[in-house]
């Protein structure tokens, strides 16, 4: 389980370095398009997906966050944002070089923020469920930018350096 999250660790920042190359090409204004996506837009959804890593590296034991919604903008200013996704992927980092196999058999108590309420799941299933929540909005990311016209190139795990 160690050897899975380093790798997807690894397909997520390789990911997050492409995407954020290729977004880098478009203006303010076509990120911040709405394009009728969930998060209504390609800024909209690396800010949620930002939060929604920065709420469960909290959850984590990590450096405290807070959020108001799961749409909260974190960063207006693309070069902030790019600034604090380095940042995050660095703070994935550590989280990851703290785990152990004792670690990953407890148990994560967290209160929801869509919703609200007090939820209790084991630590790997959280562990596996913010890799793949990233994986999720990478792919909805790089669909609105082929849209716009963007070239994201190979995108599978299998061919991750």
């Known amino acids: 389980m160690l050897e899975f999250l380093n790798q997807m660790n690894r ?5 997050n ?10 203006t303010d204004a ?6 009728s996506a969930p998060f209504r837009s390609i800024h909209g959804i690396w800010n ?6 920065r709420l469960w590296l909290s ?14 903008e974190i960063h207006a200013d693309w ?7 380095a940042q995050t992927d660095d703070m994935v980092d550590r989280w990851l070089q703290t785990m152990t196999p004792e670690v990953l058999t407890g ?12 939820f209790t799941f084991s630590y790997q299933k959280c562990a596996i469920h913010f890799f793949n929540h990233g ?3 990478r792919g909805q990311i790089t669909a609105l930018l082929e849209q716009a016209g963007g070239d994201c190139g190979v995108t599978d795990l299998l061919v991750c350096p």
């Open 30 to 35: 076509q990120r911040k398009a709405d394009r």
């Open 135 to 137: 994986t999720h909005h």
């Open 48 to 53: 949620h997906l930002l939060l929604a890593d």
């Open 79 to 85: 070069d902030d944002f790019r600034a604090s996704r």
């Open 11 to 15: 397909y997520s920042r390789w990911m």
């Open 17 to 26: 370095g492409k995407l954020l190359a290729e977004c880098s090409k478009l």
């Open 107 to 118: 148990d994560l108590s967290f209160t929801r923020l869509a919703g609200g309420g007090e």
């Open 59 to 72: 959850r984590f034991g990590l450096e405290p966050f807070t959020s108001t919604s799961l749409d909260q």
